[in-house]
């Protein structure tokens, strides 16, 4: 292993506490950092200049949302499936998780913005999870199945790659990608992670992943091949995800859930968005094309 660069510790860009906070998305259409609090079904949209926030409540487990392209409001993987959040309003376009003891769960859209949801049981029981592709239209295909908690999507910057990390199985896996057709091939592992569980991720141009490690209290830098190079140290145990705006600056979502009191009293910061400067750039994230 070569040498493993340590970043500074990042500052905090949004003080809350939420329970799950995940998701952090830029939408280009308003310049804001939309981010979701998972168990409370919060959608959060943040004016980082102003310290304005609108926070809108979906009335149910929420996964992601990805703002649309051409049209108001976001697509939204949530309990029951996928489905437009407009308005005010949420519409499940797709209902396909009818069953209680499942949920969608991270979600991303690829260069074309297709929207792809990772869907998992609620008990996180092994090789329930799958992997969703959803264009808008009923019904969404399954892509992938075999997994626990399916997390973490993204792309190399040539379209050729994708990731996803199974938190529960503590592995990061890589795909033959073809992106005009919106196929994925087998899903093999690139590296087992250790000292935390995989959770969202990023793709830089360089075509390495920044990794949020849960219960790690850090963000972790891997190159292409799985090696570990780099680390952001966090003042909070639980980083969920992270997402990259269009200045090399990385947003990192994080999470109170499930920290005994004695532990959670230490960092107070549990819950909030943090930022830090990095030497490279994001693949952008494409809003959803539907």
Known sequence: MGSVELFPQPDVVIRAQATVGEGPVWDRRTGRLCWVDINNGLLFENDLATGGQSTSALDTLLGAAAPRAQHEGFAVAVSDGLGIFADGKLEILDPVLPEPTRRMNDAKCDSRGRLWAGSTH???VPGVGALHRWDGQAPSSVVATGFALPNGLGWNAEDTTMYLADSM???LFSAPYRSDEGEVGPFTPLCEIDGGLPDG???DL???LWVAIWGGSEVRRYDPSG????????PVEQPSSCAFADDGTLYITSASADIPEDRLSKQPLAGSVFAVATNTAGVPVQPFAA
């Open 122 to 124: 609620l008990d996180f």
């Open 169 to 171: 199985a503590n592995l």
């Open 201 to 203: 991720l990023a793709v």
């Open 206 to 208: 360089d075509g390495c």
């Open 227 to 234: 090696e570990l190079i780099g680390r952001i140290p966090m």
